[in-house]
């Protein structure tokens, strides 16, 4: 039997490299997938199912779709949050804006999304996981914004975990290092490529976390990291 077979899978950001790649990887495992971004989704052309136009900052849009999904579906048994986003820049170099930017694009998406899906998720007791960030631990030069969010994200998970417990839905979160996509190889040319986590590396771990052999793992904030 795959990972997921049966399983209602919400999976935002699923125009991104990574998205894309999970929802891939997600339905090879058997489950029913549903994407979510912003961008506009070619559906017929990117065979998979899902909505558009979905602004997770907004937490009524956000309510709003996620409703049509269980209306829709009649479950959702677990949740991705991959809808994301990453600025470099030092804090003497750097706009004030782009913190206040990382925390709604970080956070305020993943806690929007997972209020949203809740209710239905303690009916399946179902399964959360966050894309966090190993930055998240041990920051560098440049990370401020991108890391203080990815530690919100981390501290979101944490809390929510210890929150769901009772409703035996698992809340966890991943913690990679550098994502092999073709956007962080333009961006780090010189770079070793070959130590990076590729987004099927990252994708298997996620479904792992969303199966029902990942029951007794909440509250886990696991290192991604491959050989960085």
Not at 15 to 37: F, R, W, Y
Not at 78 to 86: E, R, V
Not at 182 to 196: K, V
Request: hydrophobic content about 45%; aromatic content about 6%.
């Amino acid at each position: 039997m795959a990972l997921l077979d049966g399983k209602v899978i919400v999976v935002t950001g699923a125009k991104g490299n990574l998205g894309a790649t999970m929802i891939s990887v997600a339905l090879g495992e058997g489950a029913t997938v549903i994407g979510l971004d912003y961008a506009q989704i070619d559906f017929q052309a990117d065979n998979f199912e899902g909505f558009s136009g979905v602004d997770l900052t907004n937490a009524d849009a956000t309510h709003a779709v996620f409703a049509q999904i269980s209306e829709k579906y009649g479950r959702i048994d677990g949740l991705a949050n991959i809808a994301g986003g990453f600025c470099w820049e030092t804090l003497a170099d750097g706009e004030p804006s782009s913190w206040d930017k990382m925390f709604r694009i970080n956070v305020v998406t993943a806690s929007n999304a997972c209020r949203a899906a809740l209710a239905a998720l303690i009916k399946s007791a179902g399964k959360i996981v966050n894309i966090g960030a190993a930055g998240a631990t041990k920051s560098g030069a440049g990370f401020g914004p991108y890391a203080a969010s990815k530690a919100g994200v981390a501290k979101l998970t944490e809390s929510l975990a210890e929150e769901c417990k009772s409703h035996n839905v698992c809340v966890n979160a991943v913690l990679p290092s550098v994502i092999d996509t073709p956007l962080n190889r333009s961006d780090m040319p010189d770079a070793d490529f070959s130590g990076w986590v590729s987004p099927q590396q990252l994708s298997d771990v996620l479904c792992f976390l969303l199966s029902a052999k990942a029951d007794a793992i909440t509250g886990a904030l696991l290192p991604v990291t491959g050989r960085v």
